[in-house]
């Protein structure tokens, strides 16, 4: 009988306004008197309004670089050690958090983490994606131990750049497509997977329900109730997907050719959830999906993710490009692999990328 290894939770997490008043007293109550407080420049303006001042809580803070690399993950860890810091504490986005998960294990100190975007599962899930420093994709590392803590203040997500929030609902979408493909043909699920297989068709099905009234309230500033459904789904939901359905619930073909469209410098402004949305529908290719494609693709024009290259940025587009991508996104290592539709190449990826151009040019 497989095994399954289960990341299911942070130890604690609140989602609610003010919460942010209570962070001195629950980093006490867990014995962290001294902590390394990790943020991003704009993560920091976004936050600073929400937090409390400390009373008896040392805390130094630490300005990242802008990238989940090694260098920097060494630089944070030689900090903690040196300074003998309690624990670290994440504000800011995915590439902050991920930092301070991977920072943590090499010190094997506990973190908390107070996300200042709603773009990916980063805050609920031990796990961090390694960049080199020029923002090209290194590897996944996964970690035995999560959050001690997880906090989120709605208000500094609702003020968060729209762009990220869409990036968000791309991101989280796929974790549908790429647990079915691995999960639909396993009979008799273990209890861990139906879980995972569930929870992440309940990510589909929210985001399609509330995505758009998400967007609303992110354009005018006024919590709703679909806002709060569509972080939770991306935060919470994304983030048991794999939490409970191990690697049967991460990532296959959309992740892929995210990693794939690394190599192209036009694509480096867009966001990780814009490229793995537009992953998502070269797996869907793959899979001969074409009725699912169709009916994704008027969703994805409403809330303004790629169903193009060019939407990314590629403004030529020819074999040359199309098997650059292919190559990196099928290269053994690579999750594409996982999919259960037989041997997938670069030319496959290729042939896939160039039928999904020609499709959406023709609609």
């Not at 803590?149 to 989280?172: F, H, K, Q, S, Y």
């Not at 994304?238 to 995210?258: E, F, L, N």
């Not at 030529?316 to 539709?341: G, Q, Y």
Request: proline letters at 5%.
């Amino acid at each position: 009988m497989e095994t399954f290894s289960i990341h299911g939770a942070p130890s604690e997490y609140v989602l609610q306004e003010g919460i942010l008043e209570q962070l001195e007293s629950k980093l006490l109550e867990r014995g962290f008197q001294k902590v390394l407080v990790v943020h991003g420049q704009k993560s920091w303006e976004a936050a600073k309004p929400f937090l409390p001042v400390f009373h008896k809580v040392q805390a130094e803070e630490y300005t990242y670089c802008g990238e989940c690399s090694l260098k920097e993950i060494g630089e944070i860890s030689e900090l903690v050690n040196k300074n003998s810091f309690d624990a670290i504490v994440g504000v800011g986005g995915g590439k902050v958090l991920d930092l301070v998960k991977a920072a943590s294990q090499m010190t094997h100190q506990p973190h908390v983490l107070i996300p200042t975007l709603a773009s990916n599962c980063s805050p609920w899930t031990p796990i961090s994606v390694i960049y080199d420093e020029l923002g090209a994709f290194i590897r996944y590392d996964i970690y035995p131990v999560s959050a001690s803590l997880v906090l989120i203040e709605p208000r500094i997500l609702l003020a968060a750049p729209l762009n990220m929030l869409i990036a968000g609902i791309g991101d989280t979408l796929a974790k549908w497509y790429e647990a079915d493909v691995q999960m639909a043909g396993i009979e008799n699920k273990p209890v861990p997977l139906q879980i995972s297989h569930s929870t992440a068709r309940q990510c589909k099905n929210l985001l399609l329900q509330h995505s758009e009234g998400a967007i609303t309230a992110a354009k005018t500033g006024n919590l709703n109730a679909d806002f709060i459904k569509v972080i939770e789904t991306i935060i919470i939901l994304g983030g048991m997907v794999g939490g409970y359905g191990d690697h049967y619930g991460r990532i296959a073909g959309a992740h892929s050719i995210h990693n794939g469209l690394t190599v192209l410098e036009q694509t480096h402004h867009a966001l990780h959830g814009e490229k793995v949305a537009y992953g998502i529908l070269v797996q869907l290719v793959l899979e001969s999906k074409w009725e699912e494609i169709d009916q994704l693709i008027p969703y994805f024009q409403r809330l303004g993710l790629p169903i193009s290259l060019t939407d990314l940025g590629v403004s030529v587009i020819n074999d040359d490009v199309l098997t650059r991508i292919a190559v990196k996104s099928a290269v053994p290592e690579e999750s594409i692999h996982v999919m259960p539709i037989g041997e997938i190449t670069p030319t496959n990826v290729s042939m896939a990328i160039a039928a999904l151009e020609n499709r959406v040019n023709h609609r």
